[in-house]
C-alpha cells in the first residue's frame, strides 16, 4: 500500500466517525428541550461539520477518494440515542450520557491514529487541533450532565 494511500485510510476513518457524530449532534439537539442544549449541540454538529470538510480536502489532495456518508454502527448508535430518550424519564442527562460516550470513543479513535508518527506536520497539528476540540466539548458535556442530573 503507497503512503498516500495509508494515509487517506486513516484519514477517511476520522471522515467516517466526524459524519456519525454530526448526525448524532444534530439528532441530539431534536430531542431535547432545553434550548441551551439544542444551541450547544448545533454548535458541535457544524464543528463536526468543519473537521469532515478539512478531512475531505486533505484526502482529496493525496489524490484518494473521501468517504462520503457515516458508518452503520454510527447509525445504530443514533436509533440507540433515540429510543433511549423515549423510554428514559431524564431524556436530557440519557442524551448527554449517550454523546459523551460517542464522544470518548472519537477520541480514541483520534489518539490511535496522531500514535503514527509518519503523518505529516500539517495532518498532525489538524487532527491535534481536533482532538483537542473534542476532549473540550467532553468537559463541557460532562458539566452540562451534571448541571441536568
Do not use: C
Not at 495509508?6 to 476513518?13: A, G, H, R, T, Y
Not at 439528532?27 to 464543528?47: G, Q, Y
Not at 440507540?80 to 424519564?89: A, E, P
Request: proline share 3%.
Amino acid at each position: 500500500m503507497k503512503y498516500t494511500e495509508k494515509i487517506s485510510n486513516k484519514l477517511n476513518e476520522l471522515l467516517i466517525k466526524n459524519y456519525d457524530a454530526e448526525k448524532g449532534y444534530l439528532n441530539a439537539s431534536e430531542n431535547v428541550d432545553s434550548p441551551t442544549l439544542k444551541i450547544f449541540f448545533k454548535r458541535r454538529a457544524t464543528e463536526r461539520s468543519e473537521f469532515a470538510k478539512e478531512l475531505r480536502t486533505e484526502i482529496l489532495q493525496y489524490g484518494e477518494i473521501p468517504e462520503d456518508s457515516g458508518s452503520f454502527k454510527g447509525t445504530l448508535h443514533r436509533n440507540w440515542m433515540s429510543l433511549k430518550s423515549l423510554f428514559s424519564s431524564n431524556d436530557e442527562e440519557a442524551i448527554l450520557e449517550e454523546a459523551i460516550r460517542g464522544e470518548e470513543a472519537s477520541l480514541e479513535e483520534y489518539d490511535e491514529i496522531l500514535k503514527d508518527r509518519t503523518l505529516p506536520p500539517s495532518i498532525d497539528a489538524m487532527l491535534f487541533r481536533h482532538r483537542n476540540a473534542i476532549q473540550s466539548a467532553i468537559n463541557t458535556e460532562k458539566v452540562q450532565e451534571e448541571l441536568v442530573s
